[in-house]
């Protein structure tokens, strides 16, 4: 007999279960949306529970244009391209710390992909797993990769 974990039935009844819900479509789509269509989409009673309304609203991570009443997630960061990515990547790592790459993923799911790009072109150093070598984090590269100055990928050492 096998047993696995049960399949996911819906969102439930309690409130922070659907907030959960709601939240995670709003993450997932990168577009803002209707209060309603979240609702349809989430199969939760978003624009007719007040609490769960209430909740979804003061949320830190959610936006609301009252302009166009549209709900929107606000990512960490805000890049959609290549380049825009190795300027948050400098940005953030003159700091002195790495940027972990899922949270740049979560912004912009081609992220691994560009950052892999940027490694070889020698702009980015990156710290991968030991057990499969996935991306963990992203550093900017400030001495560029030349026999003379080394600048070579963190694994690569002398």
Do not use: C
């Not at 609301?64 to 990515?85: G, I, Q, V």
């Amino acid at each position: 007999i096998v047993y696995s974990q049960p399949a996911d039935t819906g969102t439930g009844t309690n409130v922070n279960t659907q907030l959960v819900y709601a939240i995670d479509h709003l993450k997932s789509t990168h577009n803002p949306m209707r209060l309603q269509d979240i609702a349809i989409v989430t199969n939760t009673p978003l624009d007719t529970d007040m609490v769960l309304l209430e909740k979804f609203k003061s949320h830190d991570r959610i936006q609301w244009d009252p302009k166009t009443d549209l709900y929107s997630y606000r990512h960490e960061f805000s890049f959609r391209n290549k380049a825009a990515l190795l300027t948050e990547i400098q940005r953030q790592t003159r700091k002195g710390g790495g940027i972990p790459v899922r949270a740049l993923k979560e912004s912009w799911k081609e992220a691994p992909q560009a950052i892999e790009e940027l490694e070889k072109e020698g702009e980015v150093l990156v710290t991968r797993t030991v057990k499969d070598g996935q991306l963990r984090m992203v550093f900017w590269n400030e001495i560029k990769p030349d026999d003379d100055s080394g600048g070579k990928q963190v694994e690569k050492g002398k």
